[in-house]
């Protein structure tokens, strides 16, 4: 299965390190024509937790992609009327 990450700059662990090692992965599941999980957490056996920007970027972006349509919205409305 696909995991959907965002990696962090200066991260000490890096993903060849966690082939064929046993984790704990936190995130969402999507479902599609390929399934992937978009990561929250990665939790190594050693206990290291790995965090992922991943849902808090794409969250941001939703919200910047809703304010400009209210926006395009709002202005179409007092120029047609």
């Known amino acids: 299965m696909k995991l959907h990450h965002l990696p962090l700059w200066g991260l000490s662990v890096t993903p060849q390190e966690l082939i ?3 984790i704990i992965v936190t995130g969402w599941l999507r479902r599609r024509a390929t399934p992937w999980i978009d990561i929250q957490t990665l939790e190594t056996q050693n206990g290291k937790t790995i965090n992922s ?3 808090i970027w794409f969250t ?3 919200v910047i ?3 400009c349509g209210a926006y395009i919205m709002l202005t179409a409305q007092s120029v047609g009327g």
């Open 20 to 22: 064929s090692r046993q």
């Open 53 to 55: 920007p991943h849902p």
């Open 60 to 62: 941001v972006l939703a």
């Open 65 to 67: 992609a809703q304010a």
